[in-house]
């Protein structure tokens, strides 16, 4: 997608926002979330050529844990876009109890990868 439609979009979603959100802000929050979803579409949709590289690849090298490595991606952006979501919305201590959880779910997924990488690591020494 091209930067400066991206911009044109969020500019565009920017200045009905300062014209309507003011005086109706339910049609206001409908506003920022068709733009929201305006901006995210074409870029989630963009990510399908470097995941299916991706893919080639750990099929190529054969990489273990590599699921847990995605799962971790997900969580983490899907924690990170929620949390500034609730952030913008003025809840700053449920952003950071959701961004607590998250970190702590992550690390849960990827003990498994933890335990190979420490046993690899103790074949390498002596």
């Known amino acids: 997608m091209n930067a400066l439609a991206i911009c044109g979009i969020a500019l565009?979603?920017?200045?009905?926002l300062m014209i309507i959100g003011k005086d109706q802000p339910a049609i206001g929050?409908?506003?920022a979330l068709g733009g929201t979803i305006c901006l995210l579409a074409p870029?989630?949709?963009a990510l399908r050529l470097p995941f299916s590289?991706?893919?080639?690849?750990?099929?190529?090298?054969?990489?273990?844990?590599?699921?847990?490595?995605?799962?971790?991606?997900?969580?983490?952006?899907c924690c990170d876009f929620t949390s500034h979501i609730c952030k913008?919305?003025?809840?700053?201590?449920?952003?950071?109890a959701l961004s607590f959880c998250c970190k702590i779910s992550i690390l849960l997924l990827c003990l498994p990868l933890w335990?190979?990488?420490?046993?690899?690591?103790?074949g390498l020494i002596p």
């Open 12 to 16: 565009l979603c920017y200045a009905a």
């Open 53 to 77: 590289h991706i893919q080639e690849l750990i099929e190529k090298y054969d990489f273990i844990g590599v699921e847990q490595l995605f799962k971790a991606f997900g969580i983490g952006f």
């Open 29 to 31: 929050a409908l506003i």
């Open 115 to 122: 335990e190979e990488i420490f046993s690899f690591i103790g």
């Open 43 to 45: 870029a989630v949709l």
């Open 88 to 96: 913008d919305a003025g809840y700053h201590s449920l952003a950071h």
